[in-house]
């Protein structure tokens, strides 16, 4: 008897645990507003919608990288980002929070500890790329009631985020929790998370085209901490901006296992809230700038931030950076910078191939207190002059008389970087990080549970009506490869004002279809009245010579059923016509 009724304990325990953890209707200890704070474990998110094998249904990938091979293998959520760091100033990946979900283009930051969108009651916010969240809408939504771990309204109700960032932009909210998820690619199920619904935003972040912010930093609001403190993901995450010209990327959240020529850091979690690496030196031309390490050192020490454009040295690090640089452009002509309004160093006659700007601009490593080194491209320390054909600046500024070292994205361009939180430190990896979605794959792992909110899995990188049965609607083929898709579209704008754009244009469809620019091309244009016709291409993404069912489809519906917002000045299009075409036979 006594047994039976110690086992009837225990079941309950267990049960109380499991209803607890599952269901997580409240905040608990994870709503603190603090900045401070680190915890244990991961999940993934890339840049092309596409399955592990790209074009057909049977045949086998190279795997280059996987999930962690740890004892305990926990799934990862795949998911692209789009935009270009120049461009657009950041990277934003794709967020669907509530139910039925709501989509969000997030900027992704490892310098913000929270994660927030415009709240629809928000009468101070700007007008981004998706409508507003609406709570009313979600029937998984609640508000953070106020409690001990978080910061009050004045009506001392509910939990409220103030954040307010180097360029003076701020936000403010209340927090709330719903089921967030990842896409359809990803292994990792929606899970139930607490973020920011904004009521006021100021200065950049009011008028960005991004809706608002995925934070990736370290703290109790932080999205990677929340994940992981549930026990759904292992404690790390990696990003991969796209280079010079490309943009677009990946992201990881979780474990991977890092290949065998990363480079690493020691990354101190005690040293700083943000990220850090131990930057010990800087060489220029395999010259070593005379420089003494505690340089690298001093208040926050050396920090990475991917919501941070460019990067920025102490005063005399710069100066013996801009030096050494200086000293080795012989062929070079120093120009004026494209803004007057600031003093770029420029120079002209590089040319614009950027794959030969090794041949005019040397090479610089970063060497880490471990003796390791990162070889840094020219593209990781170079913008591209926006008036001069052929001309470069550096991208790397004097950090005013802040000793801190921050490194931005510019630096980290076509390199993988793993950010390992369970260990402490921070590799490096060089590659395309554009086509990184070709040689990431992740296998084992069960797919999401579908929404429940139609019994469609919404959580998709396609609108939220289409599902991947639909194919048959579109007219998708089942056997042949897809070698590409066309469609003709009259857009109300007159032609001779459209064709001092079309670039422009054309990287917005790239980014609206979640493709690389490089995928699309203009067949035709021609004026039509006071409109204007084009005719579009999209093509397989580099190296690969097909296009997925998968992708063809998201493309397909989002043209198809008028899910492209295009800038204001190209007015409203209309779809005439779209065309698949399949591969050409080898």
């Not at 994660?115 to 007008?127: D, F, I, L, N």
């Not at 397989?540 to 063809?552: E, K, L, R, Y």
Request: aromatic share 10%; net charge negative; with cysteine.
């Amino acid at each position: 008897m006594a047994r039976l009724i110690q086992l009837t304990i225990l079941f309950i325990q267990f049960y109380y645990y499991y209803y607890i953890t599952t269901t997580a209707h409240g905040l608990s200890s994870n709503g603190t507003t603090f900045l401070l704070d680190s915890s244990r474990s991961a999940m993934i998110l890339p840049l092309f919608l596409s399955p592990p094998n790209p074009c057909t249904k049977f045949s086998s990938t190279r795997r280059l990288l996987q999930r962690s091979n740890g004892n305990n293998a926990l799934p990862n959520a795949r998911m692209r980002l789009h935009d270009d760091l120049l461009i657009n100033g950041y990277y934003t990946t794709r967020l669907w929070i509530g139910t039925p979900p709501q989509r969000f283009a997030l900027i992704v930051d490892t310098g913000s500890s929270v994660t927030y969108v415009p709240c629809s009651s928000c009468e101070q916010c700007g007008r981004h790329q998706d409508p507003k969240f609406q709570p009313d809408l979600s029937s998984t939504y609640q508000s953070v009631k106020c409690n001990i771990d978080c910061n009050c309204d004045d009506e001392k109700q509910q939990c409220v985020y103030e954040r307010q960032y180097a360029e003076m932009s701020t936000s403010s909210g209340v927090l709330g929790e719903d089921i967030i998820s990842f896409g359809n690619l990803s292994a990792l199920a929606p899970q139930r998370a607490v973020f920011g619904c904004e009521n006021m935003e100021t200065g950049d972040l009011y008028s960005q085209h991004a809706d608002g912010i995925m934070g990736l930093g370290r703290g109790d609001l932080s999205i990677v901490d929340h994940l992981v403190d549930k026990g759904v993901i292992n404690d790390s995450f990696s990003l991969c901006y796209g280079g010079m010209g490309i943009g677009g990327g990946a992201m990881v959240l979780g474990g991977i296992s890092p290949p065998s020529n990363m480079v690493f850091s020691q990354s101190d979690p005690v040293r700083s809230p943000y990220y850090n690496i131990d930057l010990k030196e800087i060489h220029v031309a395999g010259k070593p700038l005379p420089l003494n390490p505690t340089v690298f050192d001093g208040k926050h020490g050396t920090i990475l931030d991917s919501g941070t454009t460019y990067a920025y040295l102490p005063e005399a690090a710069f100066v013996s950076f801009k030096d050494a640089i200086m000293k080795e452009l012989h062929s070079l002509k120093p120009i004026r910078g494209p803004d007057p309004n600031y003093n770029d160093i420029c120079f002209s006659g590089a040319g614009s191939d950027i794959s030969q700007l090794s041949s005019s601009f040397p090479a610089v490593e970063m060497v880490f207190g471990n003796g390791q080194k990162l070889l840094l491209s020219p593209e990781n320390y170079l913008f591209r002059h926006s008036k001069v054909h052929g001309a470069y600046c550096l991208g790397i500024f004097q950090n005013g008389k802040d000793p801190t070292t921050l490194l931005g994205g510019i630096v980290v361009r076509n390199t993988l970087v793993l950010y390992d939180r369970e260990n402490s430190k921070i590799g490096f990896w060089k590659t395309n990080c554009s086509e990184l979605w070709e040689r990431l794959h992740v296998d084992g792992a069960p797919p999401p549970a579908p929404s429940s909110s139609n019994g469609n899995n919404s959580n998709t990188e396609m609108p939220p009506s289409m599902a991947p049965g639909d194919q048959k609607h579109y007219g998708l083929p089942d056997e042949k490869k897809i070698g590409k898709i066309t469609f003709e579209m009259m857009l109300n704008v007159n032609y001779s004002d459209l064709k001092l754009h079309i670039s422009e244009l054309a990287e917005s469809i790239a980014q609206e279809l979640g493709i690389n620019i490089s995928q699309v091309y203009i067949l035709n244009s021609m004026e039509k009245g006071n409109a204007s016709y084009i005719e579009w291409a999209v093509v397989p993404s580099g190296s690969a010579d097909c296009i997925s069912n998968v992708t063809a489809l998201s493309i397909i519906a989002r043209v198809a059923e008028y899910h492209m917002h295009l800038p204001d000045t190209f007015g409203s299009y209309h779809l005439i016509n779209w065309e698949i075409k399949a591969s050409a036979k080898r």
